[in-house]
């Protein structure tokens, strides 16, 4: 048995790595090679991952870094294919919805080389979505398809997928959070930043529809003003740091800090009072932990989040950030209850699904 990873971005890390683990240990004669393609490449967007999440040292690292979709994708593939025809995988795994996804599920398939999805059948239906395209061509051309959400299904046969192809197997960056929850729960983040547990709204925005335009104003001045009511906590990521210059305000309770590792986020996140996203994976963490969770988008390719967690989507409308203090009162405490098979062994049904068919 010959597995290639291919993973890229700061979630990749977290939904790949308990499969890795899992793969290792079913088939230890197999050829377990890890790509990273280099789309993130900040120590903090990247190795500090791979280091916490015991992740091996990549077996290839193709520096591709950051450009146009279309840059980043055509240089991942170009650099790709080498790879794939030296080493001759028996399939080719690719998490989650990023232009590394894309690229790796395109040049496998265009060689013939059988493809597994993890975290398939997500859809948003907003195709202004970078990822959403991304998704769709995953999905289409993926043999191997690991789904985690009821609605998975019903998106996929809509596309017409057969079912044969559906592997429900749970959900792998909860595997991961399940794995390392002695250690976040031990690391005390909010107190090292002077932030009480329990008092604090943690805040993570970067996707382009919110930051790349007049709204991260709006938005940077809601949480200013936000913060006389409650103290705010955000970790800025590099994409919106660069959008930010000169937006930056000196308001006190607004603490605006580097990226953390995950250990360090899971760890604020498992102790905030409410979380404010565009993230897709924190919509999900949050309902595994039952922290209230505000999305501040248009729509969530996780409704799930929404009927079984702790999710409210607020819509893609900076204004909207001035209630959650009374939302937060009104809905009160969740009942823990977090979708089937959300239970830190989906890396083990990949691993099964593997073994029984491959
Ligand atoms: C990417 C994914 C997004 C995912 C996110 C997770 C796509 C289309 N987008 O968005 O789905 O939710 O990762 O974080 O694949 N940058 C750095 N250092 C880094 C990485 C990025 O400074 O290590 C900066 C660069 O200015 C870069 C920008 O961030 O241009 C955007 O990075 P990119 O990987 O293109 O997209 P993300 O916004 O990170």
Known sequence: MRILYVVGTRP???????VIGALRERHPDGRHAIVHTGQHYDRLMSEI??????????????????????????????RLEPVLADEKPDLVMAPGDVNSTLAAALTAVKMGIPVAHIES??????????EEVNRIVADRFAEWLFLHSPEAVTNLRHEGIPDERMHMVGNT?????????????????AARLGAEPGSYLLVTLH??????????????????????????????????RKMMEGLEPDAPGLHLVEPLGYL????????????????????????Y?????????????RPVTL?????????LDPASIARIPVLMAERGDWPLDPPPLWDGRAAQRIADVIGAQG
């Open 207 to 240: 996707r382009p529809a919110l930051v790349d335009g007049p709204l991260l104003g709006e938005t940077v001045a809601q949480l200013a003003a936000l913060a006389q009511q409650m103290p705010v906590v955000f970790p800025v990521h590099p994409r919106t």
């Open 121 to 130: 059948g997500l859809r948003s239906f907003d195709m202004t979505m970078p």
């Open 49 to 78: 991952f791979l280091e916490e999440l015991g992740v091996p040292a990549p077996d290839y690292m193709l520096e591709v870094g950051s450009g146009s979709h279309a840059t980043q994708t055509a240089r991942t593939m170009e």
């Open 173 to 189: 960056m909860i595997d991961t959070l399940v794995a390392l929850e002695d250690r976040f729960r031990a690391a005390g983040t």
């Open 289 to 301: 932990l039952g922290i209230p969770c505000f999305t501040l988008r248009a729509n969530t390719e």
């Open 264 to 287: 360090d986020f899971l760890s604020l996140l498992a102790d905030a009072g409410g979380v404010l996203t565009d993230s897709g994976g924190i919509q999900e963490e949050t309902t």
């Open 307 to 315: 009927t079984s967690g702790t999710n409210t989507l607020l819509g």
């Open 12 to 18: 990749n890390f977290v939904k790949t790595a308990p």
